[in-house]
C-alpha cells in the first residue's frame, strides 16, 4: 500500500548534462501540506532536480521513477507540469520583460469572458494579489521598471494564483528585505493550511529553520540525508551541506586590528546629498586595507552611495578624495581607471556575458593588458582563470563552459573572480553573497580578509548582520539617506547594529 | 481647455506613432508638389493603397513574426509559388484554385515554423531557404512563363479588380483592413496573442511561464505562409495570371514597412495596425516618384532606406526618452514625499 499522504515522490534520479553528473540516483519525496526545504551548496543539483519535476529538463532515460499523487508522471513541458498540479518559481526569475505586472501574473491563466481575454478583471485580480502580499504597485507597469523586489512578488504572486498541490520555490528571498519574507512566510503557512506543498530552496540558513517542516540535503549531485528540521541542528546541516566538520565556519570571528584605524585614509566622501534626498549628507571615509560594512534598511541609500562612489550616479552634491586629493568620477570607467571595482548586487545587468565562457567571463575586462599585438593571450587568460576558480572554488567542468550553465552561485563567484582578476585598490562589494552557500560564503569571507591585509580597501554592503560582524573592521549604519551611527572593533554586534537602526528611526 | 488637451494627446498620439506622421508628410508633399494629380482619390490614392494592401496582407505575417523576435524572407517567393499554382489550378476549376494556393502557403509556412521551432535554425536562415525553394517551383512549373488565366475564373479576376462600397475601397484593402482587424483582437485578446508577444520578449522566460513556445513559433510561421498565399492569390487576380517573377525583393521592403509602423527588432512588443500606415507609406514614396516620371526608380530604396534608418532612430529615441520621463517622475514623486 502507498503512503497516501505522500504528494511527490522521485526515486533514482539522475541528470547527466555534456562534462557533468548534476544528479546521481537521487530521491526526494515530498508530503501534503508539508513545507519541505532543499538544501546543498552551490552546483549541488537543487535546481536541476527541481527543474526535472517541473518539466523543464527531461531526467536521463531509463533512470528512476517520478510519482505525482500517486500516479507515475513524465511531464515533457512545464505546461505540463501545471497540469499536474506543479507551479514554480525559478531562481532565475521566469518573467516576460516587457509585460505588465498583471500580465505576468496571469500570462497562460487570464480571466476571460465570452471567450476572450477580461483586462479589467485581469488588472482587478492582479492588483488584489499584489495587496495580499503586502505590495501597493501599479499593475499594468511593465515588469521590467519595477524593483527586484516586486519582480520576485510578482513572481510569486503568479506561482499561488493557479490552482496548484505543490509550489517550488527556487530561492525566492534571495532579494526581498525582512518584512516581504515574512509576508511571504504568512502566505506558505496559509498554504500549507490549505494541505498545498511547497518547496522551498534557500541559502539562508535561519529562514530555513522558520519555515520548512523537513530538510532535504543534495551534495555533489547525490541525496545526503532527509530529516525533520527538528532533528537538525545548524552545525549538523552545515556539515551535511558541505560533507565536512563545519565547526570552523560556524564558529569563525572577525580577529579585529586596531592598528588598521592608524592607516592613512585611502577613499573619503564628504556630505553627499542627492536632490531626490535619498543621500541627505553622508560623510565616509575608509582606510587602506579596511573593510568597511554598510548597515541599513532597504532604501536607507547603501546602495546609492555605492553608485555615487562608483560613479554611476552624478547628479550629487559634495566632495570625494582619493588619497587626500579631490576627484570627481565622471563614469564607472573613470573609477575603474582609478583602480576602484564594484561587485553590484543585480547578476543580471552587471552583466554576464551568458553565452561565453567563464574565462572570457572573468578576463572580460582586462583583454586588452592580456593582448599582445592585438592578440589575446589564451595562456595568460588561462592561468587567471584557473586561478580563480580554484581560489573561489568555482564548481564548472571546465574554464570553456558558458557561464549560464553554472548554478546560479557559481555565477555569482565568476563575476566576483572577474573583479578581483582586475586587482583593484578599493572594491565595492553589494551583497556579495546573495545565492551563495555557506561554504563559499567562507571562502569569499576568507578571501575578503586575505586582499584586505594586502592593503585593499574594502566597502562591504549587507543586510546580513552577522555578515557585518564577521568581516568588517568598522560599520557605518545609514538611515534615511543619513550616516547615524558609526561602530568600531568590539563594538560592532548584531545587536548593536539593530539598535542604531531603530535608534534612527525614532 | 479641453481643446488644448485633446490637441496635446493627439500631438503626443502622433510623436508615438511615427508611421501616421510620415505617411500625413507623404500626403503633403504629393499634393504640395502635384496637387490634384495626386489628390484624386479614384484615379491615384486608390491604387496606391490597393497597392499598398497587397503587399501589407503578408505584411501581418511578418510582422507576427518580428513580434516572435523572428523574420520571414520567403513570403514574396511563396506568393509567387501561390499565384503560379493558383492560376494552373484554377484553370480547371476555381475552389481548386485556391484551395492549392492556400495549400501552399500552408505547407512552406509550416514547413519554416517547424525547422526552426524544432532545429533551432535561425529563422533568417530557414526562411531564406524556403525562399529559394519557393521561387524555384515557380520558375520550374511553367519553364519561367507566366501563366494567364482563361475563361471561368471570373471569380479570381474580381478579387484582385473589383471594389466594394461604390468603388471606395478595392477588395484588396477590405481583406487588408479585416485581417487588420482580426489580428488586433487576437493579440490582445486571446491565450494565443499574448504568447506571441511572451516568447518575442524572452523565450527562456516564456517557456519557465508554461507557454507552449515551439507550438507559438510553428503557428506564427504558418500563419505567415497563409497570408502571403493569401495575397498571391488576390495578386493573380490582379495580374490575370500566375507570375513566378512575381514580388521580387518584396520582403526588404516590407520589413522596412513593419519597422517604419513601429514594431520593435527587437521582439516582444508593438501593434499591428502600424504595418497599414509602413505599407502605405512606402507605396506613397513610389507613387510620388513614378507621377515625376524623370526621378530614377532607384530613388525609392534609397528614400525607403533613410526612412527605415530614421524609423530605427526614432525608436531608439522614444525609448531612451521613456526611461527618461519615469526617471522624472519618480524624482518628483519622491519631492513630493519629502
Ligand atoms: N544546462 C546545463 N548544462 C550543463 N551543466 C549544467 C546545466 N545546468 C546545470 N548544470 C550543472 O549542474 C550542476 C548543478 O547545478 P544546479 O543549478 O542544479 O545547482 P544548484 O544546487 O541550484 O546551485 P545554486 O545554489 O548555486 O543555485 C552544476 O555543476 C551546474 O554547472
Ligand atoms: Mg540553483
Known amino acids: 500500500?502507498?503512503?497516501?499522504?505522500?504528494?511527490?515522490?522521485?526515486?533514482?534520479?539522475?541528470?547527466?548534462?555534456?562534462?557533468?553528473?548534476?544528479?546521481?540516483?537521487?530521491?526526494?519525496?515530498?508530503?501534503?501540506?508539508?513545507?519541505?526545504?532543499?538544501?546543498?551548496?552551490?552546483?549541488?543539483?537543487?535546481?536541476?532536480?527541481?527543474?526535472?519535476?517541473?518539466?523543464?529538463?527531461?531526467?536521463?532515460?531509463?533512470?528512476?521513477?517520478?510519482?505525482?499523487?500517486?500516479?507515475?508522471?513524465?511531464?515533457?513541458?512545464?505546461?505540463?507540469?501545471?497540469?499536474?498540479?506543479?507551479?514554480?518559481?525559478?531562481?532565475?526569475?521566469?518573467?516576460?520583460?516587457?509585460?505588465?505586472?498583471?500580465?505576468?501574473?496571469?500570462?497562460?491563466?487570464?480571466?476571460?469572458?465570452?471567450?476572450?481575454?477580461?483586462?479589467?478583471?485581469?488588472?482587478?485580480?492582479?492588483?488584489?494579489?499584489?495587496?495580499?502580499?503586502?505590495?501597493?504597485?501599479?499593475?499594468?507597469?511593465?515588469?521590467?521598471?519595477?524593483?527586484?523586489?516586486?519582480?520576485?512578488?510578482?513572481?510569486?504572486?503568479?506561482?499561488?494564483?493557479?490552482?496548484?498541490?505543490?509550489?517550488?520555490?527556487?530561492?525566492?528571498?534571495?532579494?526581498?528585505?525582512?518584512?516581504?519574507?515574512?509576508?511571504?512566510?504568512?502566505?506558505?503557512?496559509?498554504?500549507?493550511?490549505?494541505?498545498?506543498?511547497?518547496?522551498?530552496?534557500?541559502?539562508?540558513?535561519?529562514?530555513?529553520?522558520?519555515?520548512?517542516?523537513?530538510?532535504?540535503?543534495?551534495?555533489?549531485?547525490?541525496?545526503?540525508?532527509?530529516?525533520?528540521?527538528?532533528?537538525?541542528?545548524?552545525?549538523?546541516?552545515?556539515?551535511?551541506?558541505?560533507?565536512?566538520?563545519?565547526?570552523?565556519?560556524?564558529?569563525?570571528?572577525?580577529?579585529?586590528?586596531?592598528?588598521?584605524?592608524?592607516?592613512?585614509?585611502?577613499?573619503?566622501?564628504?556630505?553627499?546629498?542627492?536632490?531626490?534626498?535619498?543621500?541627505?549628507?553622508?560623510?565616509?571615509?575608509?582606510?587602506?586595507?579596511?573593510?568597511?560594512?554598510?548597515?541599513?534598511?532597504?532604501?536607507?541609500?547603501?546602495?546609492?552611495?555605492?553608485?555615487?562612489?562608483?560613479?554611476?550616479?552624478?547628479?550629487?552634491?559634495?566632495?570625494?578624495?582619493?588619497?587626500?586629493?579631490?576627484?570627481?568620477?565622471?563614469?564607472?570607467?573613470?573609477?575603474?581607471?582609478?583602480?576602484?571595482?564594484?561587485?553590484?548586487?543585480?547578476?543580471?545587468?552587471?552583466?554576464?556575458?551568458?553565452?561565453?565562457?567563464?574565462?572570457?567571463?572573468?578576463?572580460?575586462?582586462?583583454?586588452?593588458?592580456?593582448?599582445?599585438?592585438?592578440?589575446?593571450?589564451?595562456?595568460?587568460?588561462?592561468?587567471?582563470?584557473?586561478?580563480?576558480?580554484?581560489?573561489?572554488?568555482?564548481?564548472?567542468?571546465?574554464?570553456?563552459?558558458?557561464?549560464?550553465?553554472?548554478?546560479?552561485?557559481?555565477?555569482?563567484?565568476?563575476?566576483?573572480?572577474?573583479w578581483l582578476a582586475m586587482e583593484p585598490d578599493m572594491i565595492i562589494l553589494d551583497e556579495p553573497t546573495r545565492g551563495i552557500d555557506v561554504g563559499a560564503k567562507g571562502e569569499i569571507e576568507n578571501i575578503i580578509s586575505s586582499i584586505a591585509k594586502q592593503g585593499i580597501s574594502i566597502l562591504y554592503i549587507s543586510s546580513e548582520n552577522d555578515e557585518l560582524v564577521r568581516n568588517c573592521d568598522r560599520v557605518v549604519v545609514l538611515y534615511e539617506g543619513k550616516n547615524v551611527k558609526e561602530l568600531v572593533g568590539e563594538e560592532i554586534s548584531s545587536e548593536s547594529i539593530m539598535a542604531a537602526i531603530a535608534a534612527g528611526k525614532s | 481647455m479641453n481643446n488644448k488637451l485633446t490637441m496635446k494627446s493627439m500631438l503626443g498620439f502622433l510623436q508615438g506613432n511615427t508611421a501616421i506622421l510620415a505617411v500625413l508628410a507623404m500626403m503633403a508633399l504629393g499634393t504640395v508638389t502635384y496637387g490634384s494629380t495626386f489628390l484624386n482619390y479614384g484615379k491615384n490614392i486608390y491604387n496606391v493603397i490597393r497597392m499598398a494592401s497587397l503587399i501589407g496582407i503578408m505584411g501581418i505575417g511578418v510582422n507576427l513574426c518580428f513580434f516572435i523576435g523572428g523574420r520571414d524572407l520567403s513570403v514574396g517567393a511563396v506568393a509567387a509559388l501561390t499565384s503560379v499554382v493558383t492560376a494552373y489550378l484554377s484553370n480547371y476549376n476555381v475552389i481548386f484554385g485556391i484551395i492549392g494556393g492556400l495549400g501552399v502557403g500552408l505547407v512552406f509556412g509550416f514547413i519554416n515554423g517547424y525547422v526552426i521551432s524544432r532545429f533551432k535554425v535561425q529563422p533568417f536562415i530557414a526562411t531564406l531557404g524556403t525562399q529559394l525553394a519557393a521561387r524555384g517551383f515557380a520558375l520550374l512549373i511553367n519553364n519561367e512563363y507566366s501563366i494567364p488565366l482563361l475563361e471561368g475564373t471570373e471569380f479570381i479576376k474580381k478579387i484582385g479588380n473589383e471594389s466594394i462600397l461604390n468603388g471606395l475601397v478595392s477588395i484588396p484593402t477590405a481583406v487588408f483592413i479585416i485581417l487588420i482587424a482580426l489580428f488586433s483582437f487576437i493579440l490582445k485578446y486571446t491565450h494565443f496573442g499574448r504568447s506571441i508577444y511572451a516568447v518575442g520578449g524572452n523565450e527562456e522566460a516564456a517557456e519557465m511561464m508554461c507557454v507552449r513556445v515551439k507550438a507559438i513559433k510553428l503557428a506564427v510561421f504558418t500563419i505567415s505562409g497563409l497570408l502571403a498565399a493569401i495575397s498571391g492569390i488576390i495578386l493573380t487576380g490582379r495580374l490575370n495570371a500566375g507570375q513566378p517573377t512575381a514580388c521580387e525583393g518584396w520582403e526588404m521592403t516590407i520589413m522596412a514597412a513593419v519597422v517604419i509602423g513601429g514594431t520593435s527588432v527587437r521582439g516582444g512588443s508593438g501593434k499591428i495596425w502600424g504595418i497599414f500606415f509602413g505599407v502605405v507609406f512606402v507605396q506613397f514614396i513610389s507613387n510620388l516618384i513614378n507621377l515625376n516620371g524623370r526621378i530614377s526608380a532607384y530613388w525609392q530604396d534609397i528614400l525607403t532606406g533613410i526612412i527605415l534608418l530614421l524609423a530605427l532612430f526614432t525608436q531608439a529615441y522614444q525609448t531612451w526618452r521613456k526611461e527618461k520621463v519615469a526617471e522624472r517622475r519618480e524624482l518628483e514623486k519622491q519631492l513630493a514625499n519629502s
Open chain 1, 1 to 418: 500500500m502507498e503512503n497516501n499522504n505522500i504528494l511527490l515522490k522521485m526515486t533514482n534520479i539522475s541528470k547527466t548534462f555534456p562534462g557533468v553528473k548534476a544528479l546521481s540516483n537521487v530521491d526526494f519525496t515530498v508530503n501534503r501540506g508539508e513545507v519541505m526545504g532543499l538544501l546543498g551548496e552551490n552546483g549541488a543539483g537543487k535546481s536541476t532536480l527541481i527543474k526535472i519535476i517541473t518539466g523543464y529538463y527531461r531526467r536521463d532515460s531509463g533512470s528512476g521513477e517520478y510519482l505525482f499523487d500517486g500516479k507515475p508522471v513524465n511531464p515533457t513541458n512545464t505546461l505540463a507540469a501545471q497540469k499536474l498540479g506543479i507551479s514554480t518559481i525559478f531562481q532565475e526569475l521566469n518573467l516576460s520583460p516587457l509585460m505588465s505586472i498583471a500580465e505576468n501574473i496571469y500570462l497562460g491563466n487570464q480571466p476571460l469572458k465570452n471567450g476572450i481575454i477580461n483586462w479589467k478583471k485581469m488588472n482587478e485580480d492582479a492588483k488584489k494579489a499584489m495587496l495580499d502580499l503586502g505590495i501597493d504597485v501599479d499593475v499594468s507597469k511593465p515588469i521590467n521598471s519595477v524593483s527586484t523586489a516586486i519582480q520576485q512578488m510578482t513572481a510569486i504572486a503568479r506561482a499561488i494564483s493557479t490552482d496548484a498541490k505543490l509550489i517550488i520555490m527556487d530561492e525566492a528571498t534571495s532579494s526581498l528585505d525582512n518584512n516581504e519574507v515574512n509576508t511571504l512566510f504568512d502566505v506558505i503557512r496559509k498554504l500549507k493550511a490549505k494541505g498545498i506543498s511547497v518547496i522551498f530552496v534557500t541559502h539562508k540558513l535561519d529562514e530555513v529553520y522558520r519555515i520548512c517542516d523537513r530538510g532535504t540535503i543534495l551534495k555533489d549531485g547525490k541525496f545526503v540525508v532527509c530529516k525533520p528540521m527538528s532533528e537538525l541542528p545548524k552545525l549538523d546541516l552545515i556539515s551535511y551541506m558541505l560533507g565536512r566538520d563545519a565547526r570552523e565556519i560556524v564558529n569563525k570571528k572577525k580577529v579585529y586590528n586596531k592598528e588598521i584605524q592608524e592607516n592613512e585614509t585611502y577613499y573619503e566622501a564628504r556630505n553627499i546629498r542627492k536632490t531626490n534626498c535619498r543621500l541627505n549628507g553622508i560623510n565616509i571615509h575608509i582606510k587602506k586595507g579596511e573593510v568597511v560594512g554598510l548597515a541599513g534598511l532597504l532604501g536607507s541609500g547603501r546602495t546609492e552611495l555605492a553608485k555615487v562612489i562608483f560613479g554611476d550616479d552624478q547628479k550629487y552634491i559634495g566632495y570625494t578624495f582619493l588619497n587626500g586629493i579631490a576627484v570627481k568620477f565622471r563614469s564607472p570607467h573613470d573609477a575603474v581607471k582609478n583602480k576602484l571595482a564594484f561587485c553590484s548586487e543585480d547578476r543580471k545587468a552587471e552583466g554576464i556575458f551568458p553565452y561565453m565562457s567563464v574565462e572570457d567571463n572573468i578576463t572580460m575586462p582586462q583583454v586588452g593588458k592580456l593582448s599582445k599585438f592585438g592578440l589575446i593571450s589564451r595562456r595568460k587568460q588561462k592561468k587567471i582563470t584557473e586561478r580563480y576558480i580554484s581560489k573561489l572554488s568555482i564548481k564548472t567542468p571546465s574554464s570553456k563552459t558558458q557561464i549560464r550553465d553554472l548554478s546560479g552561485g557559481n555565477q555569482q563567484k565568476v563575476i566576483f573572480s572577474r
